[in-house]
């Protein structure tokens, strides 16, 4: 092994553990979504858990496609070495339409699926709120990079993809606490779900401010006009 190599490895391995991590935050929503799609495939009995589903099963079907599309493929986008390649270009073809469908179906669930039993209107005004900031947020990302401005596109992306992992943070905190306390009050269910996007949009305006204030300090990406 040259010295070169010996120097490079450790980092491409490294580089590897955030999209790993990211994949299983993402594991639990989407094995939910596929329980969801198979029941809905098999012609299930009407019950007050899943009769809204039933009855109208195109937005959740759709919103399960992107959301499971959106957060396995965005994992990948935060590979450095992935993104000096074309395949970051052409993934992103696939993430923004799928990331607005999303936040889309999210917003149409919202407005009129009839509210299940575990939620509250804190709830549902925070899905409205997740969900516009998400549809924003990636127009914004890919406006940024149609001009080139490769500062605000991934400071953009980041923070749709946060407000997305909503649900893989949602499942970390509110999973255990289910299995430890038993069936949640809607209170403390609306306060674990809020919580959950709070701290994703954190982390990422966190990791977006690093990212400058390395830039700032002797980085070498700059606003490439
Ligand atoms: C990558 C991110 C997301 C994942 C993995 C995800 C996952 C899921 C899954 C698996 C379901 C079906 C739940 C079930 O079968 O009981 C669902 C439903 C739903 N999602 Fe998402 N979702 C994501 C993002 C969003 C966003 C951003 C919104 C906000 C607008 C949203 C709003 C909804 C709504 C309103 C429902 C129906 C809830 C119900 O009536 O019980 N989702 N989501």
Do not use: K
Not at 47 to 55: D, K, Y
Not at 71 to 76: K, N, R, V
Not at 146 to 154: C, G, K, T, W, Y
């Amino acid at each position: 092994m040259t010295t070169s190599q010996a120097m490079t490895r450790p980092t491409s391995r490294r580089e590897w553990l955030v999209p790993a991590g990211l994949l299983l935050l993402a594991a639990v929503p989407a094995l939910a979504g596929s329980v969801r799609l198979t029941e809905l495939a098999s012609d299930p009995v009407v019950t007050e858990a899943n009769a809204r589903f039933v009855t109208q099963p195109l937005p959740v079907v759709v919103h399960i496609i992107c959301v499971t599309t959106y957060s396995m493929l965005g994992a990948f986008q935060f590979v450095p070495s992935l993104r000096r390649r074309r395949w970051h270009r052409l993934a992103g073809r696939v993430l923004a339409p799928a990331g607005l469908g999303v936040a889309l179906t999210g917003l149409w669930m919202t407005a009129f699926y009839d509210l299940p039993a575990h939620d509250n209107m804190i709830v549902n005004g925070a899905r409205y709120v997740v969900g516009t900031a998400m549809a924003v947020s990636i127009v914004l990302g890919v406006r940024a990079a149609l001009r080139r401005d490769f500062v605000n596109h991934p400071a953009w992306m980041m923070r749709a993809y946060a407000l997305a992992m909503g649900a893989g943070t949602q499942a970390v905190l509110l999973g255990p606490a289910t299995v430890i306390a038993g069936p949640l009050s809607t209170t403390v269910y609306a306060t674990g779900m809020v919580a959950a996007w709070v701290i994703n949009v954190a982390f990422a305006e966190w990791l977006i401010r690093r990212r400058r204030t390395g830039r700032s300090t002797g980085g070498t990406a700059r606003r490439r006009a």
